[in-house]
Nanobody
């Protein structure tokens, strides 16, 4: 019913930048919260940043001041601008959406993930 597709991951040197994008499609009526999570090898998935449909944001302490989340409500897209990347940012980054489908059901949906590797 709902698909989230991430793009923009890759290999970058420490101090570099990447921009992740996530497109939501399917039987969507409205999207409340969109966000980014990440999972490093051997670790649990953790919140990176979220943004509500009114633009309120919340960030993990580890990325504050370096990452910026934004969204385009008209296109059902969310972005994550990542600057000053560190090796500890290496992880698979997942897009998440809390949304209402056209049948009236509220669901949470995940993308398939995109790898971000920060290494020299």
């Amino acid at each position: 019913q709902v698909q989230l597709v991430e793009s923009g991951g890759g290999l970058v040197q420490p101090g570099g930048s990447l921009r992740l994008s996530c497109a939501a499609s399917g039987s969507i009526f409205s999207i409340y919260v969109m966000g980014w999570y990440r999972q490093a090898p051997g670790k649990q998935r953790e919140l990176v940043a979220i943004i509500t449909n009114t633009g309120s944001t919340n960030y993990a302490d580890s990325v504050k001041g370096r990452f910026t989340i934004s969204r385009d409500n008209a296109k059902n897209m969310v972005y994550l601008q990542m600057n000053s990347l560190k090796p500890e940012d290496t992880a698979v980054y997942y897009c998440n959406a809390d949304l209402l489908v056209v049948t009236g059901k509220r669901v949470g949906s995940w993308g398939q993930g995109t790898q971000v590797t920060v290494s020299s």
